[in-house]
């Protein structure tokens, strides 16, 4: 984000500030930094383009400019007019679009929020926003909440509600329409996950479903559930990212977008994994340390038709994630390491609340060790 210089340009001596090549940029000679320095409707606007670099300044100083004439357009037309829903929608998007602190992926899912909003409050564009009430927004809560998951309602209702903080700000409303309506509850998806039993099926079924990638999609499924990757970051786990002697896997993600949560992290390699991964090797001895270790990106289509046949609840390439972390926990490691090893960054709250009541097999296992009487060891004394 662009931010505001604290000082005022008067009182800094002319000598401080540097003029460029470059119409409305300067530089400030003390740090080096570019500076914008442009006049809209009369106002004079200062703003740090926060880089030292002059190509990055220029292509920084061209957004700037683009933002702050459309935002003085807009709030020209404001003043003498109504101001509508869909000029508030779109300050908002050019706002996401230049935020650096968003992800690529989360810019485009705010996109597609915005596209449903709209979709679901059919004419909202083109109305003025002093003319929508409470009501109007409750009776789209409504629409939008029966045909959208709750958590997609939840993200819905933030943007709608960002959207008329626009209008609230630029002066066209005295208050927010939406801030009454409420979050929808989201409740945690129950884990139905294959047995030992049914997986192995389940994977022979896959590989020996007679098409071109069927063995890749089985190998996909196995990487999916010995290493707990998400499907994005699968794709693009090469062999260089494969070391067998520290047997661990280093988690990058997508190259333009990282990981979910901006980092880079390391996953064992369980046993089963190590194997796989030989296995692989060997059968692709040729290929380069930058080549994929998967062949095939997803394989929803095979595990559908897999599912169906052996006689197992479907299953996506998210729930082998949960697999994977459901036999960790299973196995006795503790829940705060793996939610390291799924790259979740909140300690483990989230992992406790997805995973702390495990498979019925496992619960009752594990009860039958609860006792209130003496223990096994005072009895053997």
């Known amino acids: 984000m662009i931010e505001a210089s604290t000082k005022p340009l008067t009182a800094e001596p002319e000598k401080d500030w ?8 300067i530089r400030y000679v003390s740090s080096g930094t570019y500076y914008a320095r442009l006049r809209v409707k009369g106002k004079l606007i200062r703003r740090s383009l926060k880089t030292d670099t002059i190509t990055v300044a220029k292509l920084r100083l061209a957004d700037l400019e683009r933002t702050e004439r459309g935002a003085a357009d807009r709030q020209k037309a404001s003043s003498q007019g109504k101001t509508t829903f869909g000029q508030a929608l779109t300050i908002y998007r050019e706002q996401s679009e230049a935020s650096h602190l968003l992800k690529p992926t989360s810019k485009k899912y705010r996109r597609e929020i915005l596209v449903a909003i709209v979709k679901s409050w059919p004419g909202v564009e083109a109305l003025d926003m002093r003319r929508i009430g409470e009501s109007d927004c409750k009776t789209w809560a409504l629409r939008f909440g029966n045909e959208y998951s709750p958590s997609r309602y939840n993200s819905a209702l933030g943007i709608l509600k960002a959207i008329f ?3 609230v700000e630029a002066g066209s409303l005295y208050r927010n329409p939406a801030s009454g309506l409420k979050r929808a509850r989201v409740r945690l998806k129950t884990l139905t996950l294959p047995s030992f039993e049914q997986f192995e099926n389940f994977l022979r079924e896959i590989k020996n479903g007679g098409g071109r990638d069927s063995g890749n999609c089985a190998d996909l499924v196995e990487f999916l559930a010995f290493g707990g990757f998400r499907i994005s970051e699968a794709a ?3 062999w260089a990212d494969c070391d067998f002697e520290k047997k661990e896997i280093v988690v990058r993600g997508d190259p333009e977008t990282g990981t979910k949560n901006w980092s880079i992290r390391r996953v064992p390699m369980i046993p089963d994994m190590i194997q796989l ?3 692989l090797r060997s059968e692709h001895a040729n290929e380069s340390a930058q080549s994929a270790v998967m062949r095939v990106r997803e394989c929803q289509k095979a595990m559908d038709r897999a599912a169906k046949v052996v ?3 479907r299953i996506t390439h998210h729930d082998l ?3 994977f972390a459901t036999l960790c926990i299973e196995s006795g490691v503790d829940i705060p390491t793996v939610s390291r090893w799924l790259g979740h960054k909140d300690g483990g709250a989230l992992a406790m609340k997805v995973y702390g009541h495990l498979r019925d097999q496992h619960s009752v296992a594990m009860a039958q060790k609860v006792t209130f009487g003496k223990s096994a060891n005072e009895n053997q004394n």
Not at 18 to 25: F, H, I
């Open 277 to 279: 991964l030989e296995r």
């Open 321 to 323: 994630r949960h697999l």
């Open 165 to 167: 903080q626009v209008g």
């Open 18 to 25: 540097q003029k460029t090549q470059y119409s409305n940029l």
């Open 236 to 238: 693009n786990i090469t």
């Open 311 to 313: 006689g197992m609840v």
